[in-house]
């Protein structure tokens, strides 16, 4: 075999699986596996949000070494499911150097959402969680225009601005924007609640529970990359509420509140959940597996919360019921948890906390800035801690079925 090409191929693959949304540890463990199929005698690989590099040994001597440069993300989960059944056919046919090369353009090839899907998606997941967070009607008649204004905007700024803190201070001011005013004007009273659900659609605390997860798993350097990422995103959403605010004088906030049925809660965010399985490019039953998991989700805050009122307890307990249901769904479908944990688990992730500590920082309430700066940052680790009790007791369940959970660098030896 021409196994620089075959080393080109596995980075192809690694490429696009990173591009598309797959979690760094689990891309690192499909690498190494690909790796170790094609028999090299060492393999090495380094992986972290920007970068990719394979170093092996052929088993003729000779050394190769190949690095990628990872300069953009688009998340799409339907073709990180794809990828990742061609890893595992690679792991288990070896295919040469050709066949590696069309059945990456196979998948890379397949058929793209539909561009209604996106629009869709926007509305149910924007409008759905300001229904949750505690909007009326009207309100949600202002969150469905919003959050097209957020597809149809975002798609065009997409394709001409990479820096996240500059797209998504935009998209936050123009958001404000259309809220306030349209609140002044009648239409809707609630402009902070309305804009609570909208953030969700910007919001990337997801990357900085993940960085946490990283971090508590001695991945320092992706760890500190996606915290650092998320801190970007979350800044430029801050900053364009700040502007906005600052714009138009007198804004003021009756402060965050649920939904006050429960019944409508546990359907606006399944319904928002279910929208963002769609952002996020999942496609057939998926769709289902991520909607049932958020509505068991919630349940299961709402639960704990009542018998025990903490929300970083009952955040850390539904977080443990995400991280489990991911794990077994995975296993189901064979796919990567990493489809079935995001739209899942976006019930718990704290925008209302984001928006109403840059809400304090605006009013100069120093005391409303602290406390929900703690709130959000705690919340962010109860997600994690949740998630990595889920990977320590899976791990142990792979290994009493004697089964390779992540074979890593010690395999190569």
Same mark, same amino acid.
Not at 44 to 68: A, L, Y
Not at 102 to 108: I, Q, S
Not at 305 to 328: D, K, Q, R
């Given at each position: 075999?021409?196994?620089?090409?075959?080393?080109?191929?596995?980075?192809?693959?690694?490429?696009?699986?990173?591009?598309?949304?797959?979690?760094?540890?689990?891309?690192?463990?499909?690498?190494?596996?690909?790796?170790?199929?094609?028999?090299?005698?060492?393999?090495?690989?380094?992986?972290?949000?920007?970068?990719?590099?394979?170093?092996?040994?052929?088993?003729?001597?000779?050394?190769?070494?190949?690095?990628?440069?990872?300069?953009?993300?688009?998340?799409?989960?339907?073709?990180?499911?794809?990828?990742?059944?061609?890893?595992?056919?690679?792991?288990?046919?070896?295919?040469?150097?050709?066949? @590696?090369?069309?059945?990456?353009?196979?998948?890379?090839?397949?058929?793209?959402?539909?561009?209604?899907?996106?629009?869709?998606?926007?509305?149910?997941?924007?409008?759905?969680?300001?229904?949750?967070?505690?909007?009326?009607?009207?309100?949600?008649?202002?969150?469905?225009?919003?959050?097209?204004?957020?597809?149809?905007?975002?798609?065009?700024?997409?394709?001409?601005?990479?820096?996240?803190?500059?797209?998504?201070?935009?998209?936050?001011?123009?958001?404000?924007?259309?809220?306030?005013?349209?609140?002044?004007?009648?239409?809707?009273?609630?402009?902070?609640?309305?804009?609570?659900?909208?953030?969700?659609?910007?919001?990337?605390?997801?990357?900085?529970?993940?960085?946490?997860?990283?971090?508590?798993?001695?991945? *320092?350097?992706?760890?500190?990359?996606?915290?650092?990422?998320?801190?970007?995103?979350?800044?430029?959403?801050?900053?364009?509420?700040?502007?906005?605010?600052?714009?138009?004088?007198?804004?003021?906030?009756?402060?965050?509140?649920?939904?006050?049925?429960?019944?409508?809660?546990?359907?606006?965010?399944?319904? %928002?959940?279910?929208?963002?399985?769609?952002?996020?490019?999942?496609?057939?039953?998926?769709?289902?597996?991520?909607?049932?998991? %958020?509505?068991?989700?919630? %349940?299961?805050?709402?639960?704990? *919360?009542?018998?025990?009122?903490?929300?970083?307890?009952?955040?850390?307990?539904?977080?443990?019921?995400?991280?489990?249901?991911?794990?077994?769904?995975?296993?189901?479908?064979?796919?990567?948890?990493?489809?079935?944990?995001?739209?899942?688990?976006?019930? @718990?992730?704290?925008?209302?906390?984001?928006?109403?500590?840059?809400?304090?920082?605006?009013?100069?309430?120093?005391?409303?800035?602290?406390?929900?700066?703690?709130?959000?940052?705690?919340?962010?680790?109860?997600?994690?801690?949740?998630?990595?009790?889920?990977?320590?007791?899976?791990?142990?369940?792979?290994?009493?079925?004697?089964?390779?959970?992540?074979?890593?660098?010690?395999?190569?030896?």
């Amino acid at each position: 075999m021409d196994y620089n090409r075959i080393i080109q191929g596995i980075l192809d693959i690694g490429e696009a699986m990173l591009q598309s949304g797959a979690e760094n540890f689990r891309l690192d463990d499909s690498l190494y596996r690909m790796c170790k199929s094609y028999g090299f005698k060492r393999y090495d690989v380094f992986v972290i949000p920007s970068n990719i590099q394979i170093t092996v040994e052929t088993p003729e001597g000779e050394i190769i070494t190949q690095i990628r440069h990872i300069e953009n993300t688009d998340v799409d989960y339907d073709r990180l499911d794809y990828l990742n059944n061609l890893s595992r056919y690679v792991c288990k046919n070896k295919p040469d150097e050709k066949e @590696l090369r069309e059945k990456y353009l196979e998948v890379m090839g397949r058929e793209k959402q539909h561009p209604a899907a996106k629009y869709f998606a926007g509305v149910m997941g924007g409008t759905g969680f300001a229904v949750f967070f505690g909007c009326d009607l009207m309100d949600a008649i202002v969150a469905v225009i919003v959050s097209l204004m957020i597809v149809i905007v975002g798609g065009w700024l997409s394709k001409r601005e990479d820096n996240l803190l500059i797209y998504n201070l935009i998209l936050a001011f123009l958001s404000e924007v259309i809220i306030i005013t349209m609140t002044r004007l009648g239409i809707g009273s609630h402009a902070d609640r309305i804009m609570i659900g909208i953030v969700m659609l910007l919001i990337s605390a997801l990357g900085t529970t993940n960085g946490i997860r990283e971090l508590l798993q001695r991945d *320092y350097i992706s760890g500190t990359i996606n915290i650092m990422n998320s801190m970007l995103g979350a800044s430029g959403i801050a900053f364009g509420i700040a502007l906005a605010m600052l714009l138009l004088d007198g804004v003021a906030s009756e402060g965050f509140i649920l939904n006050h049925s429960i019944p409508i809660q546990l359907i606006s965010c399944t319904i %928002a959940c279910t929208g963002f399985a769609f952002w996020f490019k999942i496609r057939g039953r998926q769709v289902l597996y991520s909607s049932i998991g %958020a509505f068991f989700t919630w %349940a299961i805050y709402l639960v704990v *919360y009542e018998l025990e009122p903490s929300n970083f307890l009952a955040t850390l307990v539904a977080a443990i019921f995400v991280g489990f249901y991911a794990f077994i769904m995975s296993r189901i479908n064979k796919a990567p948890s990493t489809i079935f944990l995001t739209a899942s688990v976006f019930p @718990l992730i704290p925008g209302p906390n984001l928006y109403y500590m840059m809400f304090g920082c605006v009013s100069k309430n120093v005391a409303l800035a602290f406390e929900e700066t703690v709130v959000l940052l705690a919340t962010c680790l109860a997600i994690a801690l949740g998630f990595l009790v889920v990977d320590v007791v899976s791990r142990g369940i792979m290994r009493a079925m004697k089964t390779e959970y992540h074979i890593g660098k010690r395999s190569s030896r």
